[in-house]
């Protein structure tokens, strides 16, 4: 049994906190909502009421917050995570922030005698409860190592990516690609329905042909041929616009940076910050096929 500290019970965290400690680790919980807190008590958690006492003494300490502003004051504020728990506990960040944040989070880390890890995650919220997310990692050899069963946990898939950054390097370029191929996937169906071919007879034909890919086969936005997805209950998340927007801000932020060319990139942010500017931030992402239909 290890002593786990899991700050940020999101819709996120909360299934990552509770299969923590389903495996059987004493897991101390906390959060800014108290009603989150209680969820997670519910589930085995042991309570906090402060950031401070959630790590004290903790092994490991697991963050999952909205935006790197958060990261940096919980770990590095004047009452944070580098205040208050020993310097032998290993530091999991699964938030997505960007790569200049995430780098700075770890340079303040390491002067401050700490592993840490960037691990964001991708899998959306029904992976976080099944413990089936895939996380993509940077940090040294160390910190991965340190963190890697703990990560093993909450995901089937754990992959090193590099250095300190290198995860949200791998989770930008991720979601940009997921981006662009929504919204690729939805003016696909729009059309073939369009033109008289029905949304499952489609789905049949190019699931299995040159045009398949994630956004089609396990996520798919016309109703009907994936049960399981987002359209089959008008598009409630899941995985929404606002966060998607997020993402795609991150990596074309990043991209300015690199000086690397992302023309779909920004044609896929322009998509989602129009969905976002009119209203419709708590959307699915694959409720960009609504706007397709010119539905709304």
């Not at 003494?57 to 728990?85: C, D, N, R, S, W």
């Not at 069963?149 to 250095?163: D, Q, R, S, T, Y």
């Not at 791998?170 to 919204?183: D, F, H, T």
């Not at 956004?215 to 049960?227: F, I, L, N, R």
């Amino acid at each position: 049994m290890t002593k786990i500290a899991f700050i940020g019970l999101g819709n996120m965290g909360s299934g990552m906190c509770a299969n923590l400690v389903g495996a059987g680790h004493e897991v101390t919980a906390f959060d800014l909502n108290p009603d989150a807190i209680k969820q997670a008590e519910s589930k085995g958690a042991r309570p906090a009421a402060s950031l401070g006492e959630a790590v004290s003494g903790a092994e490991i300490v697991v963050t999952m917050l909205p935006a790197g502003k958060h990261v940096l004051e919980v770990y590095f504020g004047e009452q944070g995570v580098t205040t208050h728990a020993p310097s032998t506990a290993a530091l999991i960040d699964c938030s997505t922030i960007s790569v200049d944040e995430a780098r700075e989070a770890a340079d303040k880390a390491k002067a401050a005698g700490f592993l840490m890890v960037d691990a964001p995650v991708s899998g959306g919220t029904a992976a976080a409860d099944a413990g089936t997310l895939t996380f993509m990692v940077g940090g040294p050899d160390a910190a991965f190592e340190a963190a890697k069963p703990f990560l093993e946990i909450m995901g089937k898939n754990v992959f090193h990516a590099g250095p300190a950054g290198n995860g949200q390097v791998a989770k930008i370029a991720n979601n940009m690609l997921l981006g662009i191929s929504m919204v690729g996937t939805c003016e696909a169906f729009n059309l073939a329905e369009k033109l008289g071919l029905d949304a499952q007879t489609f789905f049949n034909i190019a699931s299995t042909a040159s045009g398949q890919c994630w956004s089609m086969t396990s996520y798919c936005p016309a109703p009907g041929p994936v049960p399981a997805a987002p359209s089959n209950r008008d598009y409630q998340p899941g995985f929404a616009v606002a966060m998607m927007l997020k993402d795609l801000k991150l990596a074309l932020g990043a991209a300015e940076t690199a000086g690397a060319n992302v023309e779909f990139g920004k044609l896929a942010e322009t998509t989602y910050a129009n969905l976002s500017a009119d209203g419709f931030d708590g959307l699915d992402f694959s409720g960009v096929m609504k706007r397709v239909r010119g539905e709304i």
